[in-house]
Nanobody, 114 residues
Framework: QVQLVESGGGLVQPGGSLRLSCAAS????????MGWYRQVPGKQREFVAR???????NYADSVKGRFTISRDNAKNTVYLQMNSLKPEDTAVYYC????????WGQGTQVTVSS
């Protein structure tokens, strides 16, 4: 019913930047809450950022001041701009949309390393 396609992950040096994109498609009508989680093997999936249908945002303490979540409602796309990246940000990043139920993207690997 709903598909999420992520892009933008990759390898970056500490202090660098990446922008992740997540495009939702399918039978979506209206605006839904969207956001991002990340996961390291062997650990629980961790909340990163969220943006509501009205455009309000919240962030995990670990990324405040460095990451920015935004959305383009016309494209049903959510973005995560990641600046001042640290090795501890290395993870698989998953986007989600809450539309009648929660749908997840396929995940995109972000690696921060010298």
């Amino acid at each position: 019913q709903v598909q999420l396609v992520e892009s933008g992950g990759g390898l970056v040096q500490p202090g660098g930047s990446l922008r992740l994109s997540c495009a939702a498609s399918g039978s979506i009508f209206g605006i839904a809450h969207m956001g991002w989680y990340r996961q390291v093997p062997g650990k629980q999936r961790e909340f990163v950022a969220r943006i509501t249908s009205g455009g309000t945002t919240n962030y995990a303490d670990s990324v405040k001041g460095r990451f920015t979540i935004s959305r383009d409602n016309a494209k049903n796309t959510v973005y995560l701009q990641m600046n001042s990246l640290k090795p501890e940000d290395t993870a698989v990043y998953y986007c989600y949309i809450d539309y009648r139920q929660r749908y997840w993207g396929q995940g995109t690997q972000v690696t921060v390393s010298s």
